[in-house]
Each structure stands twice: as structure tokens, then as C-alpha cells.
């Protein structure tokens, strides 16, 4: 299947590991040119030269901290300075420190909603007019499972990605017509640092171990496992494509069938 991806520039942040890294690669796959960011330059490098070697594609790396004004403006900056435009976004971040209410001073909140909510609001801020004026983009916001049902000891989280859910599901409303679709995607437990940190946080409040923990992720799975990165990465590509014109608003699960709800 031609996903119409050729050529494309598309911008991915978190992208040295993980889910970012995975959906680099899958859009890098479909020929799409990229810029990736990550506060970590070694690992960040890493990332683009195998990417561009595997895939032949023209791959930018900025280094950059997305909890910070700064980060985010030389991100985009980089991004249209190289090639005059943006039409995928995908914003992403590492999510903020497990914990229930009151583990979790103000402080806490302000570095929670900065990672994740300002730097999903701020980098669609600077790309989104362009796809406006070309009337064709596409932006995804990467969530968590936390922002359709609830986990245990993910208070910052739980809370957070629900109001980058609410951005974005009002922001499809108001582009719709220009041509800019507007999702939410949703990853379930899948096989990542982000999930191995999870484990250790539960492990230390339940006076248990990593490996209970996972095993316990994976009996509350319908599928019995964990998920790995680029079967996420491959639904990312599809709504990134010109295929998926017509899906927007939307907040969709990948998950194994974790959530339990009907919608």
C-alpha cells in the first residue's frame, strides 16, 4: 500500500528510543524526510544515522529539552529552516513521574503540564499555519492509555495527557476544512523504557519486583504481552498518510484490549 508518504517532512520529537524512535522509522520507511528531536545528543546521532542508513532518507537531528520554551522554538526552527516545511507532526514525551496526589507538589504539576501538554500546544503552534496555508497536514499527539482510563499511581499523567486529548480533539474541529487532520494516539503497556520505569515505581510502592509487575501487565492484557514498538509505530504511519484523510478528532487505542469501555 502507497501511503503517500513520499517526500513528506515530517517532525517527531522524542524520537532517539522508544515509541518515537519506531515511528521514525516507519515513516522513514515510507519515504518521508525527517527531522528528529531528543534531549540526548549521543543517543539522538545514533538514531539518525541508522535511520538515514537503513532508509536512505534525508534525517535531521536537533537536540532539545521540549519541557523548555527554547527547545521547542530551535526544534521547529530547525525543521523549517532545513526544509521550508512541516507536514506531519507528531509531538511525544516521556511521561512524567509516577505517584499518587500526594507525592506531587505544585512544582511537579508545572514540569508535568510543560513536558507534556506546553510541548504538544507550542510545536503545533509553529507548524500548524503552514499546513494551513498548504491545506494539507497532519498532526498526532502521542498519549497513553492513562488519558481514556485511569492507571493506579499515575496521578501527573492521568491527568495531563487528558487535557493534550482535549486540545487536540477541539483543534480537529477548527482545521478540519484547511485540510489538517488532528489525532490522538494511544499506546497501551508496549515494550519500552517508559514501561520499565512504570514497573520499577510499582514494584517500590508494592514491595515487589520488575518482573511481578510486568507479568502482572501481562495477565491484564487480552493478548498476554506487552506490545512492541512499531506495531504502534505502523498505525502512527497509516494516519500520518494521505489514506487517512478523513480520520480526525479521534483518540485512537493500541493496546492489546486493556481498556475495557465500549468507546
Avoid at 515513516?27 to 539518525?48: F, N, S
Avoid at 541508522?50 to 530551535?74: F, H, N, P, W, Y
Avoid at 492509555?145 to 487536540?168: C, E, H, W, Y
Amino acid at each position: 500500500m502507497d501511503l503517500g508518504l513520499k517526500d513528506k517532512v515530517a517532525l517527531v520529537a522524542a524520537a532517539s528510543k522508544g515509541l518515537g524512535r519506531a515511528i521514525a522509522e516507519e515513516l522513514a520507511a515510507e519515504g518521508a524526510t525527517l527531522v528528529i528531536c531528543a534531549r540526548g545528543r549521543e543517543m539522538l546521532d545514533a538514531a539518525r544515522d541508522e535511520i538515514a542508513a537503513k532508509t536512505g532518507v534525508d534525517v535531521r537531528a536537533v537536540a532539545a529539552d521540549l519541557s523548555q520554551k527554547d527547545g521547542i522554538t530551535a526544534v521547529a526552527s530547525a525543521a523549517l529552516s532545513a526544509f521550508g516545511r512541516v507536514d506531519v507532526l507528531v509531538t511525544n514525551a516521556g511521561g512524567p513521574p509516577a505517584g499518587i496526589f500526594e507525592m506531587h507538589d505544585w512544582d511537579a504539576w508545572q514540569r508535568a503540564v510543560d513536558l507534556t501538554l506546553r510541548s504538544a500546544v507550542e510545536l503545533t503552534r509553529l507548524v500548524l499555519p503552514g499546513m494551513r496555508t498548504r491545506r494539507w497536514g497532519r498532526v498526532i499527539h502521542v498519549t497513553s492509555i492513562a488519558a481514556k482510563q485511569p492507571v493506579d499511581n499515575l496521578m501527573l499523567s492521568n491527568s495531563i495527557r487528558a487535557a493534550v486529548t482535549g486540545f487536540s480533539r477541539t483543534l480537529a474541529n477548527e482545521v478540519a476544512a484547511e485540510g489538517v487532520t488532528v489525532n490522538t494516539l494511544i499506546p497501551g503497556y508496549t515494550r519500552t523504557e517508559r514501561v520499565e520505569e512504570l514497573a520499577d515505581a510499582n514494584a517500590k510502592k508494592e514491595g515487589t519486583t520488575r518482573t511481578a509487575i510486568l507479568d502482572r501487565f501481562n495477565r491484564e492484557i487480552p493478548m498476554h504481552r506487552l506490545a512492541e514498538p512499531r506495531e504502534f509505530a505502523a498505525l502512527a504511519a497509516f494516519i500520518a498518510s494521505e489514506r487517512a484523510s478523513y480520520i480526525t478528532g479521534q483518540s485512537i487505542v493500541v493496546d492489546g484490549g486493556w481498556i475495557r469501555s465500549l468507546m
